[in-house]
């Protein structure tokens, strides 16, 4: 129930948009009480969060796929970045309602946001630990504050007010590819 | 004459915003005909680039200083990209009128923005082929792309969108000096 709640209130926002995604609504479109919606939600501000928290745990899960696949670490952690970049290039094109939805719920509930950066945080520091271990990425002294200075050099492909701004994805995609080859050489030692 | 003008309309784009600069205002607070100021600028257009022009020359004369300077060239380059950072910090907070008509000026003539850029690019060629020479950077392979991959790897540090958001200035410098040591390690080779 609890997911099918989600469903139907992720649906409605991205045809309404954010302003009119409400409990009672969502309970009209499942043709249950809205007393009921309220069980799983205790408030509209506890739904919302809890749509763009799943909707953002969808794109750890795609990059946490690759963290742990049975590759050399050097791979995964260059894998990791572009497909992060593409993830977040396919949001601003394809599903824009939902991002802008997204940047103002992490405004009213930041725990949202921090929990997905810790995602993505621990994920980085899976892959460097695997390089140590491998001996993929000696380089890498202070793991998280290397995982840190990654993600803000890398901010230009990942952040959506960025991205959106980025011109068309291969010109993204190559500048990427810049950043990746300026920093791997470091972290390969 | 021609730096009167844009002195006068410098800061009557500070106090009125850049919707009420035009060239009849400016001829007035000079006590000249507008006549005179066409003369210099052929166009409130052409004005308005000039005062932004002239505004951004600041800042890449500043980070030119550095670039010139007679010290070894890694140094100069962590202090080139500090003092950019620390320059935006600056405007964000203190000149956030000139920096709002920047934005705007730059969509209606982006070769002001290309002009920038190119100054701030050149002066990162500059200091990296310093560092081949002077041997304080040998693993700068291919300086063009170096210097646009370090500007990109930066971006959340000197990009005004980012460092409008990017918390305290000690929090964006503590930043900063984290991507700058990721990658200084492959460019001191």
């Not at 939805?101 to 993505?120: C, G, R, S, Y």
């Not at 890398?154 to 995609?173: C, E, I, K, L, S």
């Amino acid at each position: 129930m609890h997911m099918r709640i989600l469903d139907t209130a992720e649906s409605l926002l991205r045809r309404h948009g954010l302003d009119k995604l409400n409990v009672v609504d969502v309970a009209r479109a499942m043709n249950m009480s809205h007393g009921n919606v309220y069980r799983h939600f205790s408030s509209k501000a506890a739904l919302r969060a809890a749509v763009i928290h799943r909707w953002l745990h969808r794109v750890s899960s795609q990059t946490n796929a690759i963290a742990i696949q049975d590759q050399p670490a050097d791979e995964r952690l260059v894998e990791w970045l572009k497909t992060l970049a593409v993830i977040k290039q396919r949001k601003v094109v394809e599903d824009a309602e939902l991002l802008s939805a997204a940047a103002k719920i992490v405004q009213e509930t930041p725990e949202v946001l921090d929990n997905h950066a810790m995602q993505l945080t621990t994920q980085l520091e899976y892959i460097l630990a695997a390089g140590l271990a491998d001996k993929t990425l000696p380089g890498v002294k202070d793991p998280q504050a290397t995982v840190l200075a990654i993600l803000n050099a890398t901010t230009r492909y990942h952040h959506p007010d960025m991205v959106v701004h980025g011109g068309p994805p291969a010109v993204q995609m190559e500048g990427l590819n810049g950043v990746i080859s300026l920093i791997m050489r470091g972290l390969k030692g």
